[in-house]
């Protein structure tokens, strides 16, 4: 099982410094090495580890381990083909980490990237919208029966563009340097991760890495079914590189416009699964 | 039963209500486990502020009372949490919904604070007033089926009324969730991060346990 962990990690991080090439390139720098994060991983994990003398301790560090448990759980669920129900709890639950992050540190630039988090929580609702308009189609959460459906009936992606669409926004809302990364805006130093250095950091990047694993390889199997798994991760890169181009043209918004952009599309979505529940036999 | 969370790992009866887990709500009672087990052992930082105009800043302390009181109610807070991740009774549920609610604005109350106090007062108006959906939610799906057990509704058999659930989601994002959690993000600016992150957490793991059901019965 820790093959697939740090398989995934690794590949999540590759994937983030990919994802910092394709942007500095449409913007016309040469860009930091596609293996970068990796690099800033394994440098952080041997840099000097503290504790601020404000946190609180016992918060600070718990919250980089159930920050690790909850995707390496995420991971397992994709894997085994679970309830897509826990999956996307888990991201919810996410923002709980980014909150305790942000606020354990009793640093100012983390705690109001804590509360970023907080009211930024809009952008989890299209997530239950998704969930709702899958399970009108294949009557049932669990992945291995929604990618069975697939197998029988065709890709999701092309029965439900649009919800497809709506869990893209999703993820794009995680990805660094976005138009919704209001959380870690320059203005707030690093955000919520502005405290955390050391070990504590490299704990940090290897959440991110399994988070970015996780959600693309989710958003594969949810929406396209059962591929191959080399086939999965060249869809993955692809899916990536879309979500650079997006972050390299887009300006992040202020956070009260990237509340009401996620709030507009959370509509939009009710909106179109309500039809669908209209329309459905 | 529809499929939702997975197999019952493990039902708990109390006569003919009872608890029941599946790999959804044991992971979603965990983590409420693990949260308040963080707040009971957690001291609260020395949250840093910036007196503006100037340069200059100055630390918040959390005074020993205040410290005692807004755990007990962080732990009761998580205890509230708790017991709605495994209740198989509607009823049950709505009770700890809104004991959430309560001791969210409890674990504020007691910071000295005029802005957050404010917003805690705010958010406990909210609150209140989705107490309304969330039971009348309940009430309407009894009326209509004669039971109030999850189970039993999940089983087929009954027509649980679509305004029902959809009262019953109202109520429970009313307890903190978006869009009626203006308030509530006010309120994280208090000191005292074991206790103040898990008014965040339990609003959350209710509005995920309430998904859960409403697409079960």
């Known amino acids: 099982m820790i093959e697939y962990l740090v398989f995934a990690a690794a590949f999540g ?119 709702s ?73 290897v959440i991110d890495g399994l988070k970015t694993f996780v959600l693309l390889y989710a958003f594969v199997a949810i929406f396209i079914g059962a591929v191959p798994f080399w086939a999965a991760l060249v869809i993955m890169t692809g899916i990536l590189v879309t979500l650079s181009f997006v972050c390299a043209v887009t300006p992040m918004l202020s956070p009260f416009d990237s509340v009401t952009i996620q709030g507009l599309i959370t509509g939009l979505m009710l909106a179109y699964v309500g039809y669908l529940w209209w329309v459905m036999p | 039963m529809p499929d939702i969370g997975g197999i019952d790992l493990f039902v708990l009866e109390f006569g003919d209500i009872l608890h029941y887990y599946t790999p959804y709500t044991t992971t979603l009672f965990l983590l409420a486990l693990i949260f308040t087990a963080l707040a009971i052992v957690s001291r609260p930082e020395g949250q840093i502020d910036i007196a503006f105009g100037g340069d200059a800043y100055y630390a918040k302390e959390t005074t020993l009372p ?85 189970p039993a509704l999940a089983a087929g058999g009954f027509a649980v009324p679509f305004v029902g659930k959809a009262l019953l989601v109202l109520g429970v994002i009313g307890e903190g969730m978006a869009p009626f959690y203006a308030a509530k993000a006010e309120m994280f600016r208090a000191p005292g991060a074991p206790y103040v992150i898990m008014c965040s957490l339990s609003s959350l793991l209710i509005f995920l346990r309430v998904v859960e059901i409403a697409i079960t019965i």
């Open chain 1, 133 to 205: 308009a899958i399970y009108l189609f294949t009557g049932s959460l669990l992945l291995r029966d929604i990618i069975a459906y697939q197998g029988v009936h065709g890709p999701l992606l092309l029965i439900v563009p649009p919800v497809a669409i709506a869990m893209y926004i999703v993820i794009l809302s995680k990805m660094p340097y976005g138009p919704f990364s209001i959380v870690e805006s320059k203005e707030l130093v690093s955000g919520y991760k502005t405290e955390h250095f050391g070990v504590w950091r490299a704990g940090i990047s």
């Open chain 2, 66 to 150: 205040e410290m005692r009181f807004r755990r007990f109610m962080a732990i009761a807070c998580g205890l509230a949490t708790m017991g709605a991740m495994g209740s198989g009774d509607l009823f049950n549920f709505t009770l700890f919904a809104s004991l959430v609610g309560i001791t969210n604005v409890g674990i504020v109350a007691a910071v000295k604070n005029r802005h957050v106090l404010n917003a805690a007062y705010e958010y406990g108006i909210v609150a209140m007033v989705a107490t309304l959906p969330l039971f009348g939610g309940a009430a309407l799906i009894l009326a209509t089926t004669g039971t109030l057990s999850i």
């Open chain 1, 13 to 131: 991080l590759l994937l983030l410094g990919l994802h910092r090439k394709v942007i500095a390139r449409i913007q016309m720098r040469p860009g930091p090495p596609v293996w970068q994060e990796i690099l800033h991983a394994l440098k952080f994990s041997f840099k000097s580890t503290w504790v601020p003398k404000t946190a609180s301790a016992t918060l600070y560090i718990g919250v980089v381990l159930v920050g690790i448990g909850i995707w390496s759980a995420a991971l397992f669920v994709v894997l085994a083909g679970e309830s897509i129900l826990i999956l996307f709890a888990i991201y919810m639950l996410h923002k709980v980490v980014e909150h305790g992050f942000g606020l354990s540190s009793g640093s100012p630039y983390g705690k109001f990237g804590g509360v970023r988090s907080v009211i930024s929580a809009a952008s989890e609702i299209p997530l239950f919208v998704t969930i």
